[in-house]
């Protein structure tokens, strides 16, 4: 499974008539790598050799039962040769990783688990925590939750470095913003970057601001259909008719709701016509099997 950054192309999707002349494009970092997310490899690739250059043998990060970020750290940190530690949310999944897709995969590239309670994942970055972790598997570099830091939104900018084409919009899901601050870096000022928050609350701006170098963005906060990994049958079966239509596979925690989210704002006519949209698949797919277990055991629709 190699990491292939040249075949994030861009797609064009022929939307039907009912959209206008608003014309929509698909940048497919999801493509990358088969398990991890376009935008997490961008994130970690400045990391990763800030961490060599440092002299660590060993990545250290943190993260929940299905994170792209996990999977994303054990499989780069295998291919660049560092041991991986995880520090996982959720005390009772040490008995089932074997049934955890995401976990199963990230320990299949080497990654050696910390699993913590709920409470004690709360104070994961307390300088005792982090002590404790040194003393128990000695010393690592750190990546943040989500891998956002100055070296992730640097290699985010990446992402729009070869792409030629004038795009009045650019388009992304966003988590904990290092994503869309690299791609307001890398944008012109005439360009307009759109955010699609994939959970509730707008703590977000703030972080943005930090690390954005441009005033050419903004959220759009109406499709996190309820928080953060909540679903509905809505959105289930819009992202199986998108997949069959387009031939482009969307994840349920961010992608397939900034694409939802994009599509019901062409039909609203939010974008002047004619616009040219960039949409950036960052990946995700990774996360569908663990999401499917979930919906089969509730008795709902599932992602094809
Ligand atoms: C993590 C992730 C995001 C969000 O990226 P941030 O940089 O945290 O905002 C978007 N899409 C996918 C598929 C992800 O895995």
Not at 162 to 169: I, S
Request: glycine residues 10%; aromatic residues 12%; proline residues 4%.
């Amino acid at each position: 499974m190699k990491f292939k950054l040249e075949d994030a192309v861009i797609q064009k999707v022929l939307l039907p008539p009912e959209y206008g002349s608003v014309q929509l494009f698909v940048k497919r970092e999801d493509r990358i790598h088969e398990h991890v997310s376009g935008n997490k490899y961008r994130k970690l690739l400045y990391n990763l050799k800030a961490a060599k250059d440092g002299g660590f043998d060993t990545l250290l990060t943190f993260g929940g039962a299905f994170s792209n970020h996990i999977a994303a750290v054990a499989a780069a940190g295998q291919a660049q040769g560092f041991k991986t530690l995880g520090v996982i949310r959720g005390e009772e999944l040490a008995y089932k990783v074997a049934d955890n897709p995401t976990l199963k995969f990230a320990e299949e590239c080497g990654m050696q688990f910390q699993f913590v309670t709920r409470e004690d994942y709360r104070y994961k970055t307390s300088p005792e925590f982090i002590q404790q972790l040194e003393t128990k598997f000695g010393s690592f570099y750190l990546v943040p939750e989500g891998g956002t830091n100055e070296l992730a939104v640097k290699g985010s900018e990446e992402i729009l470095k070869d792409v030629q084409e004038d795009f009045d919009y650019i388009c992304c899901a966003v988590g904990t913003g290092g994503t869309i601050s690299g791609l307001i870096n890398g944008s012109t000022s005439t360009q307009k970057i759109l955010g699609f928050p994939a959970l509730k609350g707008g703590f977000l701006s703030k972080d943005i601001s930090k690390f954005a170098r441009n005033t050419n963005w903004s959220l759009i906060e109406d499709y996190h259909f309820g928080g953060y990994a909540k679903i509905n049958e809505d959105l289930i079966s819009f992202i199986n008719q998108f997949k069959k239509q387009y031939q482009i596979p969307l994840d349920p925690v961010y992608t397939g709701k900034m694409m939802y989210g994009i599509l019901d704002l062409i039909k609203k006519g939010y974008f002047p016509e004619p616009s040219k949209i960039l949409a950036i698949h960052t990946g995700g797919l990774q996360g569908i099997e663990g999401m499917n277990i979930n919906l089969k055991r509730k008795q709902l629709p599932i992602i094809d």
